[in-house]
């Protein structure tokens, strides 16, 4: 079975801070990607990642970069956090770049607030 | 328009029933769906691929109208443990990279 694992479930951060969020995939896919989650709007790509040290803008970068040093890891890193990020965090995978029909396996979320 | 969209619901559907929803996409040169089930609070989770010539699981069929864009999930014989929210998901590929694109979801609780 595929596990992704996100380091935090909850987390509470500042305006202004640095924040990390961290997700480790056991299962060698190549592919990680970054989305959140709000009301109403579902599901929206941050950034993606197909391969070690490659990275991607997704539909939604702004405020974002993310960090992909080895395959199984990848970082989203909010550079100076703001209350408009505040929001649920999903990391997901899937095995290979360039394949279709491939489903992507998902993290259990970050619920982050920004106060 | 959105590229994926679907109907919000909520579907309130008594236990035993047949329920029913439709996803519509906008790019004709989409690959590949999805029908994904997210419970509350929780990550969303595969449920099943769909298929050009549709396909069933169990109590679950999934199909695929190219001509009119939009995939279907027909759910046979409710149970209460169906309650969710079911997203539709659509991938696109360009130059080989793929784009998952996640309809906002159906909300569907199985009244007992």
């Known amino acids: 079975d595929v596990k992704v694992t996100q380091s935090s479930r909850y987390l509470v951060k500042r305006t202004g801070e640095k924040v990390f969020l961290e997700c480790v995939q056991d299962?060698?896919?190549?592919?990680m990607f970054w989305y959140r989650q709000d009301p109403g709007l579902g599901l929206r790509l941050i950034y993606f990642s197909y391969d070690v040290k490659m990275k991607e803008k997704g539909d939604i970068p702004e405020g974002y970069s993310v960090s992909r040093e080895k395959k199984e890891r990848f970082s989203l890193i909010l550079e100076s956090a703001s209350t408009n990020q505040t929001s649920m965090y999903l990391c997901a995978s899937s095995l290979r770049a360039g394949y279709s029909n491939q489903p992507q396996h998902f993290g259990d979320g970050t619920r982050l607030s920004i106060l | 328009r959105k590229e994926v969209e679907q109907d919000p619901g909520p579907f309130n559907v008594p236990e035993g029933a047949t329920v029913a929803f439709n996803c519509t996409y906008s790019n004709s040169a989409s690959q590949s769906f999805f029908w994904y089930r997210q419970d509350c609070r929780k990550e969303p989770k595969l449920l099943m691929s769909?298929?050009?010539s549709g396909n069933e699981d169990g109590r679950f069929t999934a199909q695929l109208n190219r001509a009119s864009q939009y995939i279907s999930l027909l759910i046979r014989d409710s149970k209460l443990s169906d309650s969710a929210t079911y997203l539709c998901?659509?991938?696109?590929?360009?130059?080989?990279?793929?784009?998952?694109?996640f309809g906002t979801g159906t909300r569907l609780t199985i009244i007992p």
């Open positions: 998901v659509v991938t696109t590929t360009n130059f080989g990279n793929e784009k998952l694109t």
């Open positions: 769909v298929y050009s």
């Open positions: 299962m060698d896919h190549e592919n």
